[in-house]
Every structure is written in structure tokens, then in C-alpha cells.
């Protein structure tokens, strides 16, 4: 059955740097969302993505947030500048239709750590 | 604005007994709602989704849910657990749109 693969599993990074969150959603699916879980706390919608452009951004998802589909089948969350508050799993999801009439297939996450 | 409540942070139970994750819901609009699992180091599973069908859901692996709009509930059940079933359950809700909102989550615990 195919399946959302996500890198790294889990990533290590200095206060103030860049990262890339990478994921491979599956091959026919045509919207795509990042969500993030802090620790002990709930899973936090943070973009929806469709057609190549951004469809809905939480409160959460500010300037320092980009996503983008750069070669049609990586789909990758961009992080410009990190803070400690960013530690927490990131979770790339896929749909071939809208969330409410298809079901999202969820990867396994990268566990995010800012030092 | 739309939420989940999640009663219970940790649902311990016997091996072969009733599995009850309470979840109570608060939506402006007739909800879609909706319960996923996750394994440990595995991504978010979804068992069942409510999308003002039938107001009983039945699932994967035998849970089932049913919609009380009078109670804004919307609990996960079922009728005999199993050592497998250990997990963590979250409850979601969605108003019509793209995005889905989650509850903290419930960890059950099977007991042998």
C-alpha cells in the first residue's frame, strides 16, 4: 500500500537556523498539509496546500513559514529562522480529494529540536 | 470557532473489555468529526469520520462512534479491547472546510 515517507525522522538544529522538513506524499494525491505536534500538547493544523499555491494558513504558519512543491513530488515545509518554541513533530499529510470526502494519509513525522 | 475536548488524557482497560474515549465537540456549523489513531513512531490513522450520514460510524478494527448532536459528543468505542489497540486516539473536527481541527489526544493502556 503506498505510503507518506517523511525526512529526516528527526532533525537537530541551532537557534536562529534554517530548516527543510521533507516529505514524499503519495503519487495521486493532490492536496497536501503540514500539521505540527508540540510535546504533550494537541495536533496544530498549520497549511493546507493545492494547485501549486497555499489554499489556508493557521495563525501559526508567520513569515518565517514556507512551503513549497518544487519538483511534483517533494513537498517540503521551510522553517527561516528557528526558534526553541518550533521543537515539536511535524507531520506531512496528503489527500486525493478535499479532507472531508477522502481520508488524509498522514506520514510518520520529523521530530524538529531547537537548541 | 470550532474545538474538540478530550475527557482524559490516559483510558486505562482490562484486556477484552469495553473501550469508551469520551470526546465532546463545539462547532458553530454542523460538524464533520472524526477520530484517528497513532501508533508509536507511526503518522496519524484515521478509524472513522462522521460526515452527517448515519449518526453511528463504524470504523477499523471494530470501533464505532456515534454522533449525539443534543450532547455535542461524539464518543469512541469498542466492545472488546485488545492488547493491540494500545495507542494514542485523537479526536477531530472539522466545519466544512480544509481544515481539521484536533483534540490533545488519549492514550489508552491495555491491561493483560
Known amino acids: 500500500e503506498p505510503e507518506v515517507t517523511q525526512t529526516p525522522s528527526h532533525q537537530v538544529t541551532q537557534m536562529g537556523q534554517e530548516v527543510i522538513l521533507r516529505c514524499v506524499p503519495i503519487s495521486n494525491h493532490l492536496y497536501f498539509y503540514w500539521y505540527r505536534q508540540i510535546l504533550g500538547q494537541k495536533v496544530e493544523f498549520l497549511v493546507s496546500?493545492?494547485?501549486?499555491?497555499?489554499?489556508?494558513k493557521s495563525e501559526i504558519f508567520d513569515d518565517q513559514f514556507s512551503v513549497e512543491r518544487p519538483d511534483g513530488s517533494n513537498f517540503t515545509l521551510k522553517i527561516r529562522s528557528t526558534k526553541l518554541e518550533d521543537s515539536a513533530m511535524y507531520f506531512c499529510?496528503?489527500?486525493?480529494?478535499?479532507?472531508?470526502?477522502?481520508?488524509?494519509?498522514f506520514g510518520p513525522g520529523t521530530r524538529l529540536t531547537v537548541l | 470557532a470550532q474545538s474538540v475536548t478530550q475527557l482524559g488524557s490516559h483510558v486505562s482497560v482490562s484486556e477484552g473489555a469495553l473501550v469508551l474515549l469520551r470526546c465532546n465537540y463545539s462547532s458553530s456549523v454542523p460538524p464533520y468529526l472524526f477520530w484517528y489513531v497513532q501508533y508509536p513512531n507511526q503518522g496519524l490513522q484515521l478509524l472513522l469520520k462522521?460526515?452527517?450520514?448515519?449518526?453511528l460510524v463504524k470504523g477499523i478494527n471494530g470501533f464505532e462512534a456515534e454522533f449525539k448532536k443534543s450532547e455535542t459528543s461524539f464518543h469512541l468505542t469498542k466492545p472488546s479491547a485488545h492488547m493491540s489497540d494500545a495507542a494514542e486516539y485523537f479526536c477531530?473536527?472539522?466545519?466544512?472546510?480544509?481544515?481539521?481541527?484536533f483534540g490533545k489526544g488519549t492514550r489508552l493502556h491495555i491491561l493483560p
Open positions: 477531530a473536527v472539522s466545519n466544512r472546510d480544509d481544515k481539521i481541527i
Open positions: 462522521y460526515t452527517s450520514a448515519a449518526t
Open positions: 496546500f493545492y494547485n501549486n499555491e497555499i489554499s489556508e
Open positions: 499529510a496528503g489527500t486525493r480529494g478535499r479532507p472531508i470526502t477522502d481520508t488524509q494519509y
